[in-house]
């Protein structure tokens, strides 16, 4: 006689959600030292108010939620989901680092600075003491691991970071097997969500 499995099969989920926007002025233009005061400062402000009300998000479950050691992070963290939730901070989380490169006696708008700094680094030619583009990866790629063991015990994890490092976990995610359900772009307190399912 053959036997049926009837073990329920478990919807396990991961919420990818960046930090709301922090309270830094990026107004006018910025001259190199400028440039990397900004930076220093993005780092260590706090973030603007706003309220998360996203019908996807199991509020009442989520017990502990991993963040970055960055402000940003843990203040996003807590303004969504309160003081009583566990936040499991950890610097594999931290967003891909920025370095100023040299470019004396202009001033520039500071989007700018930013994204070629990135551009630079992406090529590896803005790399000096900070880590590689390949290093960065290889950090998001820890970084999914934790997640994806983590939901095989909890089936719900939530993540609150980074545009860009959330955006190379989803990635990895994808390569072990997640299928993005909701796709919430890059902006500020957006929510991205992968789901797995397992008997």
Known sequence: MEVTSTLPIRQQRIFLIRHARPMVSTKGLFGEAEARQYISDYDAAQVEEFVLEHEAIPYKEVKQVYCSTLIRSRLTARAIFGDDVQLKEHKVFREFERRIFSLPLLRLPIRFWLITARV????????????????????????????????????TTVLVAHGLLNNFIKRELKRMGWLQTVKGGSGFVSVNVLEKHQA
């Open 120 to 155: 630079l680094w992406f090529f590896g030619l803005n790399n000096r003491d900070v880590e590689s583009f390949s290093e960065a990866r290889q950090r998001a790629r820890r970084g999914a691991e934790i997640l994806d063991s983590d939901a095989r015990h909890n089936t």
